[in-house]
């Protein structure tokens, strides 16, 4: 081969070169622009989402409310006396019927063997086991007398608790079954008796004056209630309304005048799980808002881009915008009306 033909080859594949280097380059490029187009695909469909915000509304009120420590036991008699012959004896006569209410040192029955039975407190008579006439044996029962006015509740509080307890601390006695609820105070604490392997539990005694009601009996479940704050005519809110930050501080949303929220912050004081105490951030008769919903959809390139911008709006208003934060940090709910037993309107 002679020179020039040699020459010609070098050229060939010098330019075969070039040729694919330049494909490779454009296969690059044609692949970088492939991702780039994806991603500003991404990006675009992202500012393309807007969101629907709405809202419930609550309003506070002025009230009182309480927390407290609940514990369960039965109704008990405290004086409860049943009589019994004291010898083989007639009976001569009986002066009471089953449900009389008799005093202390009244008449209950007259016996052969010269006995005189007399009630020993105030109360009813339960039940009459003898007629006039009938033979009764040594220890036959003859008569029985309970105190149905004045009766007992035991229950049983557990070590965490057992400190704040004290003897006289006042308590509310709730008889459900009988639609009931009585004041009352801790009469006693055994602290030296417990019960319980892993947790100890002492045992406390309330005594009830029941003398209000005619349908309190041993036996009925009750609940005793000790209360460990309360406050009257104060500010409350439901705890639906209100919203916790990153920091654990609480605060509501308002409605500002041209239609946007803003985050109020406030300071809670008691609660009772439903209701808390304002201290301070409201007033009565003040509408808040809390995010009940927020719906994600779709709009035109422009409306993602420079679109709508109410961020902030209540249910009714419309929306959109960005996605509001803050969350409720006591349990989200939505709004309406319905009061704790224990809450009562202040005004």
Do not use: W
């Not at 009244?106 to 007399?118: P, V």
């Not at 009938?134 to 029962?141: A, M, N, P, Y």
């Not at 006695?173 to 004041?183: E, G, I, M, Y």
């Amino acid at each position: 081969m002679s020179e020039n033909e040699k020459l010609k080859e070098k050229e060939k594949a010098k330019k075969s070169r070039k040729i694919r280097r330049r494909i490779r380059r454009l296969i690059v490029l044609a692949i970088l622009l492939v991702l780039i187009g994806g991603i500003g695909f991404l990006v675009v469909r992202k500012l393309q989402r807007d969101y629907t915000v709405t809202y419930d509304t609550y309003t506070t009120t002025m009230g009182s409310i309480s927390n407290s420590m609940s514990y369960s036991g039965s109704m008990q008699l405290i004086n409860n006396t049943t009589y019994t012959a004291e010898n083989d004896a007639k009976v001569r006569e009986v002066y009471v019927s089953a449900g009389d209410h008799v005093a202390e040192g009244a008449k209950l029955m007259r016996l052969s063997d010269g006995t005189t039975l007399t009630a020993e407190f105030d109360g009813t008579v339960n039940k009459v086991e003898a007629e006039k006439g009938d033979s009764v044996q040594k220890d036959d029962t003859l008569v029985q007398v309970a105190d149905f006015g004045k009766m007992q509740v035991s229950f049983r509080i557990g070590e965490s608790d057992i400190s704040q307890m004290t003897v006289g601390q006042n308590v509310r006695v709730t008889v459900a079954s009988a639609d009931a609820t009585f004041d009352a105070a801790v009469k006693s604490i055994d602290y030296a008796s417990y019960t319980g392997n892993n947790v100890a539990y002492y045992t406390a005694l309330v005594e009830v004056d029941t003398s209000g009601s005619s349908n309190i009996y041993p036996g009925m479940q009750a609940t005793v209630t000790v209360s460990k704050e309360e406050v009257t005519d104060v500010i409350i809110l439901k705890m639906d309304a209100i919203s916790t930050a990153m920091d654990n501080s609480a605060y509501v949303y308002v409605q500002q005048e041209d239609g946007t929220m803003t985050e109020q912050p406030i300071t809670v004081g008691v609660s009772n799980g439903n209701y808390v105490e304002i201290k301070e951030g409201l007033s009565e008769g003040e509408t808040v808002y809390v995010v009940a919903k927020t719906e994600e959809k779709e709009t035109g390139l422009l409306a993602g881009l420079f679109g709508t911008q109410q961020v902030n709006v209540p249910s009714g208003f419309g929306g959109g915008g960005s996605r509001p934060g803050g969350g409720s940090g006591f349990g989200g709910g939505s709004g309406g009306s319905g009061f704790p037993s224990n809450f009562s309107p202040g005004r």
